[in-house]
């Protein structure tokens, strides 16, 4: 009964900014890590951030510098602040969450928003 619904995804020009948000809701126990990921077409899922309950972050070398996540655990939201785009950051973003319950962790994904960058 978990869901993830992804906003934020739409046409921005290269140097442009666009802010991703998703927002969890469902059978919530505690969420662990959120992240995002993204596919670009004819190419594999690839990660682009992660962000744990602590607020630790792990970013690809390939946005670094130029992405930023963060997660407000009370909403139960992760953002994607993605600033100075590129052609190649054109892709479907997944969001995901990674719930914890006693042993057990199950992860959840979100249906995907799109990001083209383009002139």
């Known amino acids: 009964q978990v869901q993830l619904v992804e906003s934020g995804g739409g046409l921005v020009q290269p140097g442009g900014s666009v802010r991703l948000s998703c927002a969890v809701s469902?059978?919530?126990?505690?969420?662990?890590?959120m992240g995002w990921y993204r596919q670009a077409p004819g190419k594999q899922r690839e990660l682009v951030a992660t962000?744990?309950?602590?607020?630790?972050?792990n970013v690809a070398d390939s946005v670094k510098g130029r992405f930023t996540i963060s997660r407000d655990n009370v909403k139960n939201t992760v953002y994607l602040q993605m600033n100075s785009l590129k052609p190649e950051d054109t892709a479907v973003y997944h969001c995901?969450?990674?719930?914890?319950?006693?042993?057990?962790?199950?992860?959840?994904w979100g249906q995907g928003t799109q990001v083209t960058v383009s002139s």
């Open positions: 995901n969450a990674n719930l914890v319950m006693g042993p057990l962790r199950s992860a959840y």
């Open positions: 962000i744990t309950s602590g607020g630790s972050t």
């Open positions: 469902g059978s919530i126990s505690s969420i662990y890590t």
